[in-house]
C-alpha cells in the first residue's frame, strides 16, 4: 500500500509569484485535506476535498485554491505568493470525509 | 468554533520515566480526538485515536490517552519512555459539525535523554 505522497519536497519562489503543489492520496482514499505549517506551530486546515468538490475550507484567502481528480490526487495552489505564506504545506488523506486522516511528507515553500 | 491548547510547550525526561502530555479542547459538541507523532525528519504520523466509546484508548508504541468530556481533555500517556519516544507530539480535534477539519493544537517538544 502506498502512503501520501507530495511533490515538490522543497521549493523557492518569489514575493508575487504562483506556485502549485501536488498530492497523491493513500490508495483507496477519496479525501483529501491541505494544512499549512509554520515553524514552531501545528499544521492550521486550508481547505479539504471530497469526491473532486471542496467539502470545508479553513480562515486562508481566496488565492489559496484546489483541485481534485479525478483519481483523487489534487493540487493546492497559491497566488501573490507573500512572505508570510513560507511554510511547510502538508497533504492529508482519508477514506472518506469523517475518517482519519494520513499525512504526507510535506512540501516545503520559501518565499524571498 | 474548536480550538486546542498543549501546555507544555517543551518536555525532558530521561529514559524510563513516565510520561504525560496535556491537551485540553474547546468545542460544544461531540468530538473526535487524536494525537500524532512527528519524529525528527520524518511526517505526521497518527499515534491514537478516539471516536467514541471506551474513553481510554491505546495506540502505537506503548502509548495510550483518556478522554474525560467533563474536562474537555485527551492526555496523552506513556509508562516508561525510550530515547526513540524524542519527537514533537500534537493533539487534534475534529468536531462532527466542522466537517472533518482537524484543528491541532502547537505541539509538544519530547526530549528524552538516554
Known amino acids: 500500500e502506498t502512503g501520501v505522497t507530495q511533490s515538490p519536497t522543497h521549493l523557492i519562489k518569489t514575493r508575487g509569484q504562483q506556485v502549485t503543489l501536488r498530492c497523491s492520496s493513500q490508495s483507496g482514499h477519496n479525501t483529501v485535506s491541505w494544512y499549512q505549517q509554520a515553524l514552531g506551530q501545528g499544521p492550521q486546515f486550508i481547505f479539504q476535498y471530497y469526491r473532486e468538490e471542496e467539502n470545508g475550507r479553513g480562515n486562508f484567502p481566496p488565492r489559496f485554491s484546489g483541485l481534485q481528480f479525478p483519481n483523487y490526487s489534487s493540487e493546492l495552489n497559491v497566488n501573490a505568493l507573500e512572505l508570510g505564506d513560507s511554510a511547510l504545506y502538508l497533504c492529508?488523506?482519508?477514506?472518506?470525509?469523517?475518517?482519519?486522516?494520513?499525512f504526507g511528507p510535506g512540501t516545503r515553500l520559501t518565499v524571498t | 468554533a474548536q480550538s486546542v491548547s498543549q501546555h507544555n510547550h517543551h518536555v525532558i525526561l530521561s529514559e524510563a520515566a513516565s510520561l504525560e502530555l496535556g491537551c485540553n479542547y474547546s468545542?460544544?459538541?461531540?468530538?473526535?480526538l487524536f494525537w500524532y507523532v512527528q519524529y525528527p525528519g520524518q511526517h505526521l504520523q497518527l499515534l491514537l485515536k478516539y471516536f467514541s466509546g471506551d474513553p481510554l484508548v491505546k495506540g502505537i508504541k506503548g502509548f495510550e490517552a483518556e478522554f474525560i468530556k467533563s474536562k474537555f481533555s485527551f492526555n496523552l500517556r506513556k509508562p516508561s519512555v525510550q530515547w526513540s519516544d524524542t519527537a514533537e507530539y500534537f493533539c487534534?480535534?475534529?468536531?462532527?459539525?466542522?466537517?472533518?477539519?482537524?484543528?491541532f493544537g502547537g505541539g509538544t517538544r519530547l526530549m528524552v535523554k538516554p
Open positions: 468545542y460544544g459538541g461531540t468530538v473526535n
Open positions: 487534534a480535534v475534529n468536531g462532527n459539525n466542522a466537517g472533518n477539519m482537524l484543528t
Open positions: 492529508a488523506s482519508s477514506w472518506d470525509k469523517a475518517y482519519e486522516q494520513y
